[in-house]
């Protein structure tokens, strides 16, 4: 599963290129949003919440965890408008890592506003992980697949563009797999993230993730 990417052909375009072809091809009519998200390490720098947490303020971080909320309930809005469900799994390791356990909250938010997210152990997809990791992809219906590019420090830094209609379509056939797989949110989120303490944040690098 997931096998082509060794071999599937790209167009690699930077955080502006990819950001504008990402809108363009949205707006053109997809039928639906899949979104893998299988690094457990990344940046978000500009997101107060996420500078608080890496700054090592958890209750500040917390209380800001929801300031993108009108900026993902418009995402959303026009998302049912347009008639495209958004669809994300989200791949977790053990143990949990300071970022995750932070994002958890902030993917919440999305959920309680309609996002449907399901989250997945790496435990129970190693036979899928075999040969190689998840990739970390959005796919745009049967229309673009991206692989999305990050650096050493977890930045965001463009992504890889796939057009190929077979690759697409395998890909969205091994989402559909992962899927089903997935655990609620909230189930997940209550039994294994709401009573950790406070993660032990270390110091990092200046940068910057992508949206969440």
């Known amino acids: 599963m997931f096998d082509s990417f060794l071999s599937g052909a790209s167009e690699r375009m930077d955080r502006p290129s990819y950001h504008a072809d990402f809108g363009r091809t949205y707006a053109s009519g997809i039928g639906f949003l899949n979104k893998v998200e299988r690094g457990q390490h990344f940046q978000e720098r500009g997101f107060g919440s996420w500078e608080a947490f890496a700054a ?19 995402e959303l809005r026009k998302a049912k408008s347009l008639g495209i469900p958004h669809r994300r799994i989200r791949i977790v390791e053990f143990p949990i890592t300071p970022y995750v356990q932070w994002e958890f909250f902030v993917l919440r938010v999305r959920v ?27 796919v745009l219906g ?26 697409i379509r395998e890909t969205n056939l091994g989402f559909d797999v992962l899927y089903g797989r997935g655990e609620g949110f909230h189930d997940f989120f209550e039994r294994e993230i709401v009573h950790l303490a406070p993660p032990r944040v270390t110091a990092t690098k200046t940068g910057s993730a992508g949206s969440r």
């Open 142 to 167: 049967e229309k673009a697949l991206y692989e999305v590019v990050y650096d050493d420090d977890g930045n965001a830094d463009g992504a890889k563009r796939y057009s190929d209609t077979s690759l």
């Open 56 to 74: 090592g303020d958890w209750e500040r971080a917390l209380a800001l965890a929801a300031e993108g909320r009108e900026d993902y309930a418009r």
């Open 112 to 138: 309680d506003l309609g996002e449907e997210i399901k989250v997945l152990n790496t435990r129970d997809i190693a036979d899928i992980e075999k040969d190689h990791p998840v990739p970390e992809v959005v």
